[in-house]
């Protein structure tokens, strides 16, 4: 009932910039809180920030001070700037979501996925 689709991964360079965007569609839903996980090969899927529908942010420690996450509560759209980055957050991103589901009840959405690079 609800499908989660990323959009903004690529390759930059050390030390520069990047936005992924993620947008919630579907229909009987109203959203608790969405954020942002990563991957990178071999590792384990890590959470890199969360957002409530209220505006209550939480960050990992590895990215305090250098991403920033918000949402568009009427476009249902959370973004993840990513600023300064680093070799080390090279990763496939992934769009996370907590949802009130009519007749239904509180439900998780994961995005596909998408591919952020920082190499020189």
């Known amino acids: 009932q609800v499908q989660l689709v990323e959009s903004g991964g690529g390759l930059v360079q050390p030390g520069g910039s990047l936005r992924l965007s993620c947008a919630a569609s579907?229909?009987?839903?109203?959203?608790?809180?969405m954020g942002w996980y990563r991957q990178a090969p071999g590792k384990e899927r890590e959470l890199v920030a969360t957002?409530?529908?209220?505006?209550?942010?939480n960050y990992a420690d590895s990215v305090k001070g250098r991403f920033t996450i918000s949402r568009d509560n009427a476009k249902k759209t959370v973004y993840l700037q990513m600023n300064s980055l680093k070799p080390e957050d090279t990763a496939v991103y992934y769009c996370n979501g907590v949802f009130s589901v009519a007749l239904v009840g509180v439900r998780v959405y994961w995005g596909q996925g998408t591919q952020v690079t920082v190499s020189s």
């Open positions: 957002i409530t529908i209220g505006g209550f942010t």
């Open positions: 579907g229909n009987g839903f109203s959203i608790n809180a």
